[in-house]
């Protein structure tokens, strides 16, 4: 199927010199829910700006829904929806207004009906009349959601969506990004949340320093790169790791209760059943065993920390040279 | 060609005026009375007449368009600052709206906002003095012509300007001043030279000149000049646009 977004050896260079996206490739597939995570700074925003025609590129090619999103923007745009990190909102204005206004900006006819369902599944109905000055952080981040939303994009970007939310929002946000993927949608969202991609996402795209560091289907992802976690739960605490067991990735907690055991789950060797006899031979007992995969946190920060360390020994051997 | 886009903001626009009717509307056409009252009955019933009109009269103009052009500047250079301000202009920018339907709407509503200020003015200058428009079709094409090019010259200093400071620069330190030397309350024919040679680099003189015609008959300048120096200016302004649209400057990065 062809992707409703494609991204091609796009490169951002801001007028200072900073280069802010190097050469990235990315695909995003009709109807999916694809998280970009990064650092501060990596290139997020600058991606989905330009993707939007807020910011200029500086080379490569972008097509969405099949437009080029330079020569046809027109078509591009009409189908692409941007609910932004920063609460902008014409405050003076009424909800009602402004998501009209955001339906007409965008080519679309007035169409109170479905304006009116869209105010109702974000529960805005009741603060349509409503100045948005008025209204609480959370009712704001809705209300960018329905101006989003206004014109029927068949792609929505997410930029942050629930940064600054409750729990019991952020939850809501997340049945309706489901209910709107459901209905057919694209979704592209970053976050800072890894529980949120975790939680949400088809497909994760790692960015640092401007560089696509990797996109992956997520659960493939977790089970790709995820190490195990054995913990081991002692009836009576130990000082340190015996010196028997030294030479195994074993730690100790804290308070001494639980070794933790580390492992691939790719390895066709998880090193469990060794560990179990040695331990039998140390005459080291346990009361409790479990085991836990790694989030995708973990991931997530084991690539960026990977990918630092990389650049730092290219630049240290192009410094020595 | 995206209507609904231009009507869009237009009528974004329009509803601020609504919400600020005491700042947008009532507020110039009570200082302009003002004026009217007092170099227009008090003062100017004592003054003599200038090129056969009376003083009263011979202001209106001039008041007219001191109004217009700073109305036009202040009500198109806030209506794009503002979004840049508040973050809002997100929206614009991602929309499927061209850089000549953004100025349709924005310069549209702010130029439209000046006409009908400077109509009002004119309504209520007659409750002061008499006054005749001799040339009616001049009169309304020089009030649109200058409202549309001060509106963009309006919209460039919005998109120029970084702070509310700067907002305000060009239209008290540089408009005001130009229009109250550029014969508002006086014909240039009675400066002494060089100062009468000096005004005419005064592109606000033509703008005055020009409407006066409109309402007179009788002009500093003559009426073709006038009217080729809006133009230019409009054309200036026009560039001026279509170079921010191309470059992003101060609206894309």
Sequence with gaps: ?321 | MNWYGIRAIYKFEMARTWRTLMQSIASPVLSTSLYFIVFGAAIGSRMGDIDGISYGAFIIPGLIMLSLLSESISNASFGIFFPKFSGTIYEVLSAPVSTFEIVAGYVGAAATKSMVLGCLILITARFFVDYEIVHPFWMLAFLVLTALTFSMFGFIIGVWADDFQKLQVIPLMVITPLTFLGGAFYSIDMLPEPWRTVTLFNPVVYLISGFRWAFYGVADVNVGISLGMTLLFLLLCMTGIWWIFRTGYRIKT
């Design chain 1, 1 to 321: 199927m062809e992707p409703i977004i494609s991204v091609k050896g796009l490169g951002k260079t801001y007028a200072g010199g900073f280069t802010a996206l190097k050469n990235v490739d990315l695909e995003i597939r009709r109807g999916e829910i694809f998280a970009l995570l990064g650092p501060n700074g990596a290139g997020k925003t600058t991606l989905i700006s330009i993707v939007c025609g807020i910011v200029n590129p500086s080379g490569g090619s972008i097509h969405a829904a099949g437009h080029d999103i330079l020569r046809d923007f027109r078509q591009a745009r009409s189908e692409i929806g941007l609910v932004p990190q920063e609460l902008a909102t014409d405050s003076f204005e009424s909800v009602w207004a402004t998501v009209n206004f955001s339906r007409g900006l965008f080519g679309k006819a007035p169409n109170p009906a479905y304006i009116e369902k869209l105010l109702r599944q974000l529960s805005l109905w009741e603060k349509k009349d409503s100045k948005i000055m008025a209204l609480s952080g959370g009712m704001k981040r809705r209300v960018m959601i329905a101006k989003a939303l206004s014109h029927e994009p068949s792609i929505l970007f997410l930029d942050e969506p629930t940064a600054g939310v409750d729990v019991e929002l952020r939850q809501d946000m997340w049945e309706m990004v489901r209910g709107l993927r459901e209905s057919g949608v694209t979704i592209i969202l970053t976050t800072h949340y890894i529980e949120e991609a975790e939680e949400m996402a088809d497909r994760v795209g790692v960015i640092n320093r401007g560089e696509l560091v990797l996109v992956e289907d997520k659960n493939t992802l977790m089970q790709k790169m995820g190490e195990k976690e054995l913990s081991l739960h002692l009836p009576e605490p130990l000082p340190g790791v015996p010196e028997t067991l030294a030479d195994l990735p074993l730690t100790l907690s804290d308070d001494g209760s639980q070794l933790v055991y580390r492992f691939d789950i790719k390895s066709s060797d998880t090193g469990i059943a060794e560990l179990l006899r040695r331990l039998n031979e140390a005459s080291i007992d346990f009361r409790d065993l479990h085991t836990r995969e790694s989030s995708l946190e973990e991931i997530f920060v084991g690539l960026v920390r990977g990918a630092r360390s990389e650049s730092e020994e290219q630049l240290t051997k192009e410094a020595q040279e």
